[in-house]
């Protein structure tokens, strides 16, 4: 069994329709930054500017966050250029898990971009299966398919039960975005 200061690093996934996937693996680099480690946070089809983002950037010594997508909600088929997008991010992230200059890597919404077909589950498994040991691997999104869960070594579902968007609040800034 494996000590307090041993590094050995362990693949988490947060998973499910209820809000919280991307905040926990955000907190977790928080705490992971606040503990002196450096954290890589590649986020797939997602882009954009978000409150959550510019927090992060008063700690780019410890942080780096890098976006894959286009900032497009995917219905039917992803364009030429999300699958592109995606796969670009996938070989940096193959660089960047091996390296083991980051104690903390946060795939966020790698399950989304598996759903909507812009990798496949096993090129996941691959991208994980080359992380440096003392790698923590984070994996956010919906729809976590049952390979990616029996990969992990923590696995949390996020389960809606009651949200305010059935009754028609919209995302607000600093809350949900």
Same mark, same amino acid.
Do not use: W
């Given at each position: 069994?494996?000590?307090?200061?041993?590094?050995?690093?362990?693949?988490?996934?947060?998973?499910?329709?209820?809000?919280?996937?991307?905040?926990?693996?955000?907190?977790?680099?928080?705490?992971?930054?606040?503990?002196?480690?450096?954290?890589?946070?590649?986020?797939?089809?997602?882009?954009?500017?978000?409150?959550?983002?510019?927090?992060?950037?008063?700690?780019?010594?410890?942080?780096?966050?890098?976006?894959?997508?286009?900032?497009?909600?995917?219905?039917?088929?992803?364009?030429?250029?999300?699958?592109?997008?995606?796969?670009?991010?996938?070989?940096?992230?193959?660089?960047?898990?091996?390296?083991?200059?980051?104690?903390?890597?946060?795939?966020? #919404?790698?399950?989304?971009?598996?759903?909507? =077909?812009?990798?496949?589950? +096993? *090129?996941? &498994?691959?991208? !994980? %299966?080359?992380?440096? #040991?003392?790698?923590?691997?984070?994996?956010? =999104?919906?729809?976590?398919? +049952? *390979?990616? &869960?029996?990969? !992990? %070594?923590?696995?949390? #579902?996020?389960?809606?039960?009651?949200?305010?968007?059935?009754?028609?609040? +919209?995302?607000? &800034?600093?809350?949900?975005?």
């Amino acid at each position: 069994m494996l000590g307090q200061g041993d590094m050995k690093g362990y693949i988490h996934v947060y998973t499910g329709e209820g809000k919280g996937k991307t905040t926990a693996a955000f907190g977790l680099a928080l705490r992971a930054a606040g503990a002196g480690y450096k954290v890589f946070l590649a986020q797939f089809v997602k882009e954009g500017d978000y409150s959550e983002l510019k927090a992060l950037k008063r700690l780019d010594d410890f942080i780096t966050v890098e976006q894959f997508g286009l900032g497009r909600f995917i219905k039917g088929e992803p364009a030429e250029s999300d699958i592109k997008a995606a796969r670009r991010g996938l070989k940096k992230m193959r660089k960047i898990l091996s390296s083991g200059d980051y104690r903390v890597v946060i795939l966020d #919404e790698a399950n989304i971009a598996l759903d909507y =077909g812009l990798f496949s589950t +096993q *090129e996941l &498994i691959d991208l !994980a %299966d080359c992380r440096a #040991e003392e790698t923590e691997l984070v994996i956010t =999104g919906r729809y976590a398919p +049952q *390979e990616i &869960i029996e990969k !992990a %070594d923590l696995v949390t #579902e996020m389960k809606a039960i009651k949200h305010y968007y059935d009754v028609g609040v +919209q995302a607000r &800034i600093g809350i949900e975005k």
